[in-house]
């Protein structure tokens, strides 16, 4: 199984970035890609649950409104569309995959079992 993230880079405040997640190694439907990040001195963060074969996805509240998440199933690639980017947006942001067993959605994300590398973010004022 891999995780690969990409299109991290600098941006200025109030840009655009996407992210995508690009997955191998395991049948795409019907599990769970996470998105985290993880801000320079803190701990990584949850930010979005997507599954994958239903599309239900959930959102930490305080992002609702400026990121999004999408797929491409023949692909297999998961993107994280962030709007009107904040200098606290700030970090690397990974992907994880959570093998649908049966848990609760979101899953904790102690629950993930395969971790992307990360893709910096700068959001620069």
């Known amino acids: 199984v891999q995780l690969v993230e990409s299109g991290g880079g600098l941006v200025q405040t109030g840009g655009s970035l996407r992210l995508s997640c690009t997955t191998s190694?395991?049948?795409?439907?019907?599990?769970?890609i996470g998105w985290f990040r993880q801000a320079p001195g803190k701990g990584r963060e949850a930010l979005l649950a997507?599954?994958?074969?239903?599309?239900?996805?959930y959102y930490l509240d305080s992002l609702k409104g400026r990121f999004t998440v999408s797929s491409d199933n023949a692909k297999a690639t998961v993107h994280l569309h962030m709007n009107n980017l904040k200098a606290e947006d700030t970090g690397v942001y990974y992907c994880?995959?959570?093998?649908?067993?049966?848990?609760?959605?979101?899953?904790?994300?102690?629950?993930?079992?395969?971790w992307g590398q990360g893709t910096r973010v700068t959001v620069s004022s």
């Open positions: 997507f599954s994958t074969g239903d599309g239900t996805r």
């Open positions: 994880a995959l959570h093998l649908y067993r049966g848990l609760g959605f979101p899953p904790d994300r102690d629950d993930y079992d395969y």
């Open positions: 190694g395991f049948d795409f439907d019907d599990h769970v």
